[in-house]
């Protein structure tokens, strides 16, 4: 099968297009034809080993020392099952699923084996292929942070970073648990982050957000970029400081402090996945509460020019990847 192969870790440009064993699933297992996938900001971190120094060392350890263990990144896929193992239950052959791998990855390719456990449910019945894996990272990230912030209708949520992947899901995801949202964004996307739902939209390039005379019960930084000091003081009291990416050690050591003497919590960490989460994505976009937000699509043959434009930190929602033909 065809497939990206990250052969060393470093610029857009180490990605190859390059011919693998077609993989075959056990009895417990299904193939799915990949027909869609994402480049996210974790995958260009992943193949460009770009990590805090701290982490560093024990992070080599685990995905590879001078290149990545498993050579096909990609996260997210949407696809068409077209094998599964005799003890397949959950799924059958023909059905159109989509869903998240995990850090096993394997999606830049035209076919991945999963588990019938795996963190994948059917198709809504109103989104594309594309649309679908495109909700994987942003939504799934942004529903775990906003939960260990206990979100709760009426209050006042502040979101950093508001029309990247994991800031366009989180907007719509705070107004449907029935918060007061306020989006932080430059210029070109602030009528994005309004149409999204957003009741206020900050564009911190004509306006110092830090200047803002405002506290909130939940600051959900999604880019790793907000200033931690100023973050702090914008709670409530008992308030919670998400940070999704950057949570490097000084940062935990400060929160500790944090939560001790001034009385806010500081969450980050690595989001869980279950299929529970991905059914309620699933019925939120069925119902059109949650909207995947897509900027730009390319073929798998592409992925050298998606992965640049990811690297210029400027998309509006997802990039997404399409993988061979399909209707």
Not at 82 to 108: L, P, Q
Request: with cysteine; aromatic share 8%; glycine share 10%.
């Amino acid at each position: 099968m065809k497939a990206a192969l990250c052969t060393r870790y470093g610029p857009p440009e180490v990605l190859k297009i390059g011919e693998v064993d077609t993989p075959v699933p056990k009895d417990d297992e299904m193939r799915i034809k990949i027909h869609a996938t994402t480049v996210t900001s974790g995958d260009a971190r992943m193949r460009g080993f770009d990590v805090p120094p701290l982490v560093g060392i024990p992070y080599r350890l685990i995905v590879g020392i001078t290149k990545p263990r498993k050579p096909i990144l990609g996260f997210s896929l949407a696809g068409e099952i077209d094998k599964v193992g005799k003890d397949v239950k959950r799924f059958k052959v023909g059905d159109k699923v989509f869903g998240s791998v995990g850090f096993s990855g394997g999606t830049y390719a035209e076919y991945k084996v999963l588990p019938e456990k795996a963190v994948i449910t059917t198709l809504p019945e109103n989104a594309s292929y594309g649309e679908s894996a495109a909700i994987m990272f942003g939504g799934m990230t942004s529903l775990h942070f906003l939960r260990k912030a206990d979100i709760q209708k009426g209050q006042k949520v502040l979101i950093y970073g508001a029309s990247g992947s994991l800031g366009t899901a989180a907007v719509q995801l705070a107004k449907h648990f029935g918060a007061e949202v306020t989006g932080v964004c430059s210029t070109a996307n602030v009528e994005l982050v309004e149409s999204l739902g957003a009741d206020k939209v900050i564009d911190y390039k004509k306006e110092d957000f830090k200047g803002v005379r405002e506290t909130y019960d939940v600051i959900y930084d999604t880019v790793g970029y907000s200033p931690y000091s100023w973050s702090v003081r914008s709670l409530k009291k008992d308030g919670v400081y998400l940070r999704a990416v950057n949570m490097t050690l000084v940062i935990v050591l400060r929160g500790l402090w944090t939560k001790m003497v001034k009385r806010r919590k500081v969450v980050g960490g690595v989001a869980s996945e279950t299929v529970e989460d991905i059914e309620f994505l699933k019925g939120l976009i069925e119902s059109g509460v949650l909207t995947p937000v897509v900027d730009r699509t390319y073929p798998l043959e592409k992925i050298v020019e998606a992965h640049t434009y990811v690297d210029k930190g400027h998309k509006k929602g997802n990039v997404v990847i399409t993988v061979g033909e399909f209707e």
